[in-house]
């Protein structure tokens, strides 16, 4: 079962949405050479709490911060630290999720620091691109997998374009959405079209692609949460949080003027 919203229970997401937007665009300005990603963290509880909500990750099954940091060949999950401190050329995944008024908004953005080779960058492109195709795909009367075809597609499509093979996660995914940040359904970023939940109006999913510079072989670290590359090949993650609307798919965590 898939979680139906009303209208006004929509709009509530979106309030969420809006302080996730806020607070990744204060995040990506302060992401430069030299800053920590513990610093990052503070930056973004300060600017949720400041809002009225309160982080979605932190105390997540044990989670201790407020966003995932996830650098270079770290795909999701990157505990933020004080140690890891960022430097030209890197390349930095934020997640970030907000609980307004009993509402979820999760989004996730992959950030160049400095001077960033135009690989990563490629990569990064490709990965967002998988993540709009898989928003467009987010429409009334459709099946779950129409996303999971239509990212796996626009992916294999840059890499054509960009002469890479990206890796594609298939262990992670998109995901359900509402008072509760992990819903069902899950939402894989593989597969064939027309299968699973006819999408209605009302429904809510955060879709969210994850790519590699080289292979799909994770590693778990011993943290218990930051998972990275096996090949240490560099990743990139996006996402969104999309409502179904009778007018085809809402961005709950675009920014506001977006």
């Not at 940040?181 to 894989?188: A, G, I, T, V």
């Not at 692609?209 to 090949?233: K, Q």
Request: net charge negative; glycine share 12%; aromatic share 4%.
């Amino acid at each position: 079962m898939i979680e139906v919203k009303t209208p006004g229970e929509l709009q509530l997401m979106r309030a969420a949405g809006l302080v996730v937007a806020r607070t990744l665009a204060l995040v990506t300005a302060a992401a430069k050479p030299g800053v920590s990603t513990a610093e990052l963290d503070e930056l973004a509880e300060q600017t949720i709490r400041d809002a009225g909500a309160v982080p979605s990750f932190k105390g997540y099954h044990g989670f201790p911060a407020s966003i995932c940091a996830s650098v270079n060949e770290q795909i999701v999950h990157g505990i933020p630290s004080k140690t890891q401190v960022l430097a030209d050329g890197d390349l930095i995944s934020v997640d970030c999720g907000a609980i307004l008024d009993g509402w979820h908004g999760d989004s996730a953005v992959t950030l160049a620091v400095g001077a960033v080779s135009d690989r990563d960058l490629a990569l990064s492109a490709a990965t967002r691109a998988a993540m709009w195709a898989g928003v467009e795909a987010v429409v009334p009367g459709g099946r779950l997998t129409d996303i999971s075809y239509a990212v796996q597609t626009a992916a294999e499509k840059a890499g054509r374009a960009d002469g890479i093979d990206y890796g594609m996660i298939v262990e992670y995914g998109g995901h359900g959405i509402g008072r509760q940040m992990h819903m069902d359904p899950f939402l894989p970023n593989v597969g064939k079209p027309g299968k699973g939940p006819r999408l209605k109006v009302g429904m809510a999913l955060a879709i969210e692609p994850m790519l590699t510079g080289g292979g799909g072989e994770t590693v778990e670290l011993d943290d218990g949460w930051t998972v990275i590359t096996a090949d240490r090949s560099r990743a990139a993650h996006w996402e969104h949080t999309v409502a179904i609307t009778d007018d085809g798919p809402w961005v709950l965590t675009a920014p506001e003027d977006d």
